[in-house]
């Protein structure tokens, strides 16, 4: 079974709010709300990472290797239980679930140990924890839904274009997600900028980065689409220590209000 290698360090990661679906698509966020797995726990699928697991369920990816004693460099696998029931400080005085068949669980952690040397990758730097200053605009689009935490609740915001526009980063930064593994997302690039802050870009017809990949404000991440909804749009979203704040908060004032 091939391991998830996806190096991860400190941010939030959560998961994308609200796209409005239609015409057979789900949106994001009917489809991926906080609500937890019946089980308490994420059974880890082939191409997730830590960050992307927190965004899913909103919480802060540090709080959540915490709870699960996961360190640097935040190396998961597929297969693996991640418990997603509480946050670090919650862990701490919980008392851990029963164990029912002890050997089988040892020789899964023995296995895992294993392997975990032959492809772990180096942990992406630290990052400073403060404000990020140099926000900018993804796209040169206009704003066609804004954020909302009311019914329809819209965790980012919503930038028409038109198909292949370049996206942009908004802030100089780590990839640590690229990929299609939420669903509803369609295409999906996910930058940590430092110790707080991280930004989602979702829907992209073509990604032109890789995970662990670092990059400058500016420059081209990918390339706007429709991929997991119904038009070309870029849904865009900015996370706070793993809660979705207003983007517009944070860009800089656009000519006519953006």
Known sequence: MKMIQHVTIVTLILFLGACSGGGGFVSVDKKFS???????????????TLYSIAWRYGLDYRELANANSISSPHTIYPGQKIDVRYTASEAKTAAPPPVRNPSKVTSVVSKVTQEKPKNSHISPKVLPSG???DWQWPTDGAVIDQFSTKKPVNKGIDIAGSLGESVLAAAAGTVVYAGTGLRGYGNLVIIRHNEKYLSAYAHASRINVIENQDVKAGEKIAETGSTGTDKVKLHFEIRESG???????????RRGGG
């Open 34 to 48: 906080k609500a937890q797995p019946a089980s308490g726990f994420h059974l880890v699928r082939e191409g997730e």
């Open 131 to 133: 404000p990020v200053s």
């Open 243 to 253: 809660k979705p704040v207003n983007p517009l908060k944070y860009l800089p004032a």
